[in-house]
């Protein structure tokens, strides 16, 4: 990605005039805000799921493949020459794992034979508890030696023996537990599955779901990345809107994500061929999904498939009814209780409790793949029919329709819409009143935002941006501060895509980005931004009067749950500090107020660097005391993003500090 010129980089910060803001935020009017405003979006992209936030370690465990990515044997290699090969047996592991690894022992005697793997781009070694499984076909008498070694000198930090179950004509799992003796020094390193060959009856054996697992976010079986869950955890979102974007609406119409294929046992779940280039497992289904959304105390945005591929192609109108079942078997795989079919199965699977959901997105972009005439079936039949459905079924469930009314569309009652708004930072800008024009009856979801191209660069038909980067983080700021002036009217905001593997990716600006090794799990800019904003959540808007008009000073204000008064504010296109004067109605002199204020580095275009693990976002936090009409005094340095927040509802502090200074008479 080019960086823009000197020229170019000034005129993000272009000089304006820095008159002093007088604001009065009036205690009374406004709007309840309804929002959940700040919240996460996962797909997998950027191998984000299979070799990102799904701690699974192995790499092509199952040897899943499709049309568009055959079965392969890749990311395994041989040790002591073992003969390895795909086989497609009559008897497979399940019907959705239909291949495994054979592995043919030839004439080799005297050394321990088998197959290693080398993660997703590496491993990361430490002494914690990995906790493993292998399902084997044929007879092998003996144990198995799992292990941990480095791939660049071989020593091993961590082996166990399993002792084998395995018969000749059936499948048996092997389970074990191991804890390395010493850290790895880096995440070169390798596992491994070795054997003596001579305790093998009939040549060969077959390996299949070779699986092995860290420490999880909350010890979940087939969990999470701890290290990324707590960064995301740290940014006290309100929903997650899963699984995402153009994976749910598949390549094709029979390649897609079935939710149905990515629940129960592993062995039952397929995968499938991604809209991102590379096959996923499946390992992070819809269970795991509602389990993030548990352990975060968060809402879910379940999408539901409405029938169109990014082929193109979508399903007639006289071929809909199966469509739209499968979308309601999922609302009741979700909430329905036991005696429901498919709440039986959920408890089957160990989940007899439902789960809420209080949103449903119905498809992903239907104003973009194989527009105007899968756009068209959208609005003719598909929304409105599976709205129809679901306001007989689900009355309480709020539905959100893909597109918003900012998309050319009159959305049917009562569906709300959602808004897609990958930006300039100048866009971003620019956006800040938008949503003053929505109504009550057209709520909106901002689904998917961030600013990935530079002001006068780089358009779409080039590359993104290579990471979030501060000026583009402020412009964001004030994109949402937009969004929560109408926190009555906007559902919530969530930055797209959320996680990026520094190995493969196929979209460069994302809110965090990682590795195999959680050192390079990094913060982005917006992040910064992000965790500030969420960090202080207004329940109820207040009108704000000003002596200036917006910008260079950007804001919103109102109350917490708790009355405290809430100020966010951005500056942006200023070269010089902005003066604040902000007077909360009903506070009294001697009022106090925490204003945390994040800045970023000289050059605008910094950001923070996972290979330097630098964080140019620098934030410090004051104390202020109110003046008189409990007016607070500060000022905000261009490029600069802060939240203030009163100790107290005003006059009550007042008067305690008045009854403490009589007590000390």
């Given at each position: 990605?080019?960086?823009?010129?000197?020229?170019?980089?000034?005129?993000l910060a272009?000089?304006?005039?820095?008159q002093?803001?007088?604001?009065?935020?009036?205690?009374?009017?406004?709007?309840v805000?309804?929002?959940?405003?700040?919240?996460?979006?996962?797909?997998d992209?950027n191998?984000?799921?299979?070799?990102?936030?799904?701690?699974?370690?192995?790499?092509?465990?199952?040897?899943?493949?499709?049309?568009?990515?055959?079965t392969?044997?890749?990311?395994?290699?041989?040790?002591n020459?073992?003969?390895?090969?795909?086989?497609?047996?009559?008897?497979?592991?399940?019907?959705?794992?239909?291949?495994?690894?054979?592995?043919?022992?030839?004439?080799?005697?005297?050394q321990?034979?088998?197959?290693?793997?080398?993660?997703?781009?590496?491993?990361?070694?430490?002494?914690?508890?990995?906790?493993?499984?292998?399902?084997?076909?044929?007879?092998?008498?003996?144990?198995?030696?799992?292990?941990?070694?480095?791939?660049?000198?071989?020593?091993?930090f961590?082996?166990?023996?399993?002792?084998?179950?395995?018969?000749e004509?059936?499948?048996?799992q092997?389970e074990?537990?191991?804890?390395?003796?010493?850290?790895?020094?880096?995440?070169?390193?390798?596992?491994?599955?070795?054997?003596?060959?001579?305790?093998?009856?009939g040549?060969?054996?077959?390996?299949?779901?070779?699986?092995?697992?860290?420490?999880?976010?909350?010890?979940r079986?087939?969990?999470?990345?701890?290290?990324?869950?707590?960064?995301?955890?740290?940014?006290?979102?309100t929903?997650?809107?899963?699984?995402?974007?153009?994976?749910?609406?598949?390549?094709?119409?029979?390649?897609?994500?079935k939710?149905?294929?990515?629940?129960?046992?592993?062995?039952?779940?397929p995968?499938?061929?991604?809209?991102w280039?590379?096959?996923?497992?499946?390992?992070?289904?819809?269970?795991?999904?509602?389990?993030?959304?548990?352990?975060?105390n968060?809402?879910?945005?379940?999408?539901?498939?409405?029938?169109l591929?990014?082929?193109?192609?979508?399903?007639s109108?006289?071929?809909?009814?199966?469509?739209?079942?499968?979308?309601?078997?999922e609302?009741?795989?979700?909430?329905?209780?036991?005696?429901?079919?498919?709440g039986?199965?959920?408890?089957?699977?160990?989940?007899?409790?439902?789960?809420k959901?209080?949103?449903?997105?119905?498809?992903?972009?239907?104003?973009?793949?194989?527009?105007?005439a899968g756009?068209?079936?959208?609005?003719?039949?598909?929304?409105?029919?599976?709205?129809?459905?679901?306001?007989?079924?689900?009355?309480d469930i709020?539905?959100?329709?893909?597109?918003?009314?900012?998309?050319?569309?009159?959305?049917?009652?009562?569906?709300?819409g959602?808004?897609?708004?990958?930006?300039?930072?100048?866009?971003?800008?620019?956006?800040?009143?938008?949503?003053?024009?929505?109504?009550?009856?057209?709520?909106?979801?901002?689904?998917?935002?961030?600013?990935v191209?530079p002001?006068?660069?780089?358009?779409?038909e080039?590359?993104?941006?290579?990471?979030?980067?501060?000026?583009?983080?402020?412009?964001?700021?004030?994109?949402?501060?937009?969004?929560?002036?109408?926190?009555?009217?906007v559902?919530?905001?969530?930055?797209?895509?959320?996680?990026?593997?520094?190995?493969?990716?196929?979209?460069?600006v994302?809110?965090?980005?990682?590795?195999?090794?959680?050192?390079?799990?990094?913060?982005?800019?917006s992040?910064?931004?992000l965790?500030?904003?969420?960090?202080?959540?207004?329940?109820?808007t207040?009108?704000?009067?000003?002596?200036?008009?917006f910008?260079?000073?950007?804001?919103?204000?109102?109350?917490?749950?708790?009355?405290h008064?809430?100020?966010k504010a951005?500056?942006?296109?200023?070269?010089?500090?902005i003066?604040?004067?902000?007077?909360?109605?009903?506070?009294?002199?001697?009022?106090?107020?925490?204003?945390?204020?994040?800045?970023?580095?000289?050059?605008?275009?910094?950001?923070?660097?996972p290979?330097?693990?630098?964080?140019?976002?620098?934030?410090?936090?004051?104390?202020?005391?109110a003046g008189d009409?409990?007016?607070?005094e500060?000022?905000?340095?261009?490029?600069?993003?802060?939240?203030?927040?009163?100790?107290?509802?005003g006059?009550?502090?007042?008067?305690?500090?008045?009854?403490?200074?009589?007590?000390?008479?």
């Open positions: 990605m080019r960086r823009l010129s000197i020229a170019a980089t000034a005129a272009l000089a304006t005039s820095c002093a803001a007088n604001l009065v935020v009036h205690a009374t009017g406004g709007n805000t309804t929002s959940t405003m700040y919240g996460l979006m996962h797909e992209i191998n984000s799921g299979d070799g990102g936030i799904y701690a699974e370690l192995i790499y092509n465990r199952a040897f899943q493949g499709s049309d568009m990515f055959p392969s044997l890749d990311g395994w290699s041989s040790v020459g073992a003969a390895l090969s795909i086989k497609n047996s009559s008897t497979p592991l399940s019907w959705a794992l239909p291949s495994s690894m054979n592995i043919a022992v030839g004439s080799g005697k005297g321990k034979i088998g197959f290693r793997n080398g993660g997703y781009w590496g491993i990361d070694v430490r002494v914690q508890k990995y906790t493993g499984s292998f399902y084997v076909k044929g007879s092998h008498t003996g144990s198995f030696t799992a292990s941990l070694q480095s791939n660049l000198t071989g020593e091993v961590g082996s166990v023996d399993v002792k084998s179950k395995s018969v004509k059936g499948w048996t092997h074990f537990v191991m804890v390395p003796t010493k850290d790895a020094p880096n995440v070169n390193n390798t596992f491994a599955i070795t054997f003596d060959p001579a305790g093998v009856q040549g060969s054996l077959d390996f299949n779901l070779i699986s092995l697992f860290p420490p999880t976010y909350k010890n079986p087939n969990g999470l990345r701890p290290d990324i869950m707590e960064d995301l955890a740290e940014l006290n979102p929903f997650l809107r899963l699984p995402g974007g153009n994976m749910l609406e598949g390549n094709t119409q029979t390649n897609w994500w939710w149905n294929e990515t629940i129960g046992p592993l062995k039952d779940r995968g499938m061929a991604n809209v280039n590379y096959q996923i497992t499946y390992g992070l289904g819809l269970v795991e999904y509602m389990e993030w959304c548990e352990d975060l968060i809402e879910p945005i379940v999408a539901v498939w409405d029938g591929s990014l082929d193109g192609h979508f399903t109108e006289a071929d809909f009814q199966p469509i739209i079942q499968f979308a309601l078997d609302i009741e795989f979700l909430t329905g209780d036991v005696s429901t079919k498919w039986a199965v959920r408890a089957s699977i160990g989940h007899p409790t439902p789960w959901v209080k949103y449903v997105e119905i498809g992903n972009e239907d104003w973009l793949a194989g527009a105007p756009y068209d079936s959208f609005k003719a039949y598909r929304l409105p029919l599976l709205i129809k459905a679901f306001t007989e079924k689900y009355p709020k539905l959100i329709s893909s597109s918003s009314v900012f998309d050319n569309i009159t959305i049917p009652a009562p569906a709300a959602d808004f897609h708004a990958y930006l300039t930072p100048d866009g971003n800008v620019a956006s800040f009143s938008q949503f003053d024009h929505l109504t009550k009856d057209n709520l909106t979801l901002i689904g998917e935002y961030a600013t191209h002001n006068g660069g780089t358009a779409w080039g590359n993104l941006m290579p990471y979030p980067w501060w000026g583009g983080s402020v412009s964001e700021a004030i994109f949402l501060l937009g969004a929560e002036r109408n926190g009555d009217r559902i919530g905001a969530t930055y797209a895509p959320g996680l990026r593997n520094l190995n493969r990716w196929q979209w460069s994302t809110l965090m980005q990682h590795s195999a090794d959680p050192k390079q799990t990094t913060r982005s800019t992040w910064y931004m965790r500030l904003f969420g960090s202080k959540i207004i329940t109820h207040r009108p704000v009067t000003s002596d200036v008009s910008g260079p000073l950007y804001y919103v204000a109102g109350n917490s749950a708790e009355g008064g809430i100020f951005a500056v942006y296109n200023s070269t010089a500090d003066p604040v004067s902000l007077q909360f109605e009903g506070f009294a002199k001697g009022a106090t107020a925490q204003l945390t204020v994040q800045t970023g580095p000289e050059d605008p275009y910094g950001y923070n660097d290979f330097l693990q630098n964080n140019v976002v620098k934030e410090s936090t004051i104390t202020l005391t009409k409990g007016t607070f500060f000022s905000l340095p261009p490029l600069s993003v802060a939240v203030l927040e009163t100790d107290g509802k006059k009550t502090c007042v008067k305690r500090k008045k009854r403490a200074e009589a007590l000390k008479v």
